[in-house]
């Protein structure tokens, strides 16, 4: 088992960065690769990025390549997602994931999920 929990969203104007981060308790991060997803409204949730369990591979969907960048700290049981030069269309609840398998651009891959925090960006 393992508990995440998001911190770090909020409204920013466009272009503005925001850093977004999924601490875990229970058992250590490197146990799992880990996703970071997203879900506007009226949308489906969508993989953002994600790093795989031994913190070397990291994954992007192509709208934040460039832009966004995941990393880990397997000491602080931690998982970040920079975001820089943020648009309206990253609006959204940003959600972390946990899968015992790989990372996976499916959500139904992953085992547990945080409980999301929000980022809105005004253009």
């Known amino acids: 088992q393992v508990q995440l929990v998001e911190s770090g969203g909020g409204s920013v104007q466009a272009g503005a960065s925001l850093i977004l981060s999924c601490a875990a308790s229970g058992r250590s991060f490197g146990r799992y690769a880990m996703g970071w997803f997203r879900q506007a409204p009226g949308k489906e949730r969508e993989f953002v990025g994600g790093?795989?369990?031994?913190?070397?591979?990291?994954y992007y969907t192509d709208s934040v390549k460039g832009r966004f960048t995941v990393s880990g700290d397997n000491a602080k049981n931690t998982v970040y997602l920079q975001m820089n030069s943020l648009k309206f269309e990253d609006t959204g609840v940003y959600y972390c994931a946990a899968s015992t398998l790989y990372t996976s651009y499916n959500p139904t891959h992953y085992d547990y999920w945080g409980q999301g925090t929000q980022v809105t960006v005004s253009s």
């Open positions: 790093i795989s369990k031994s913190g070397v591979t990291t």
